[in-house]
């Protein structure tokens, strides 16, 4: 079992820039991949980001050149840095894990909310 904390969120103006933490437990992280997912009000989820167990990353052409995703298995981390915000990245920021690289889903975090104002 794997358990994801997110930290990290919070208001920006737009051009702004905040970094997103998400702190796992458990002693498979190594092996798991993982994706920051976003949901903004009335909208569906989405994929922004994935970084796999060998540390390929994957972005949504929506945050691209924008969104680093990071992890650190020292740490059992994993960070998504976002730059030059916009008021359409506002949405609840969700961490992510499992055994797809492409789709990581059986482990979630509770969310947190970035709010970027124009």
């Known amino acids: 079992q794997v358990q994801l904390v997110e930290s990290g969120g919070g208001l920006v103006q737009a051009g702004g820039s905040l970094r997103l933490s998400c702190a796992a437990s458990g002693s498979m992280f190594i092996f798991i991949n993982f994706g920051w997912y976003r949901q903004a009000p009335g909208k569906q989820r989405e994929l922004v980001a994935t970084?796999?167990?060998?540390?390929?990353?994957n972005y949504a052409d929506s945050v691209k050149g924008r969104f680093t995703i990071s992890r650190d298995n020292a740490k059992n981390s994993v960070s998504l840095q976002m730059n030059s915000l916009k008021p359409e990245d506002t949405a609840e920021y969700y961490c992510?894990?499992?055994?797809?690289?492409?789709?990581?889903?059986?482990?979630w975090g509770k969310g947190t909310l970035v709010t970027v104002s124009s």
């Open positions: 992510a894990g499992g055994y797809s690289a492409g789709y990581p889903t059986e482990y």
């Open positions: 970084i796999s167990s060998a540390g390929s990353t």
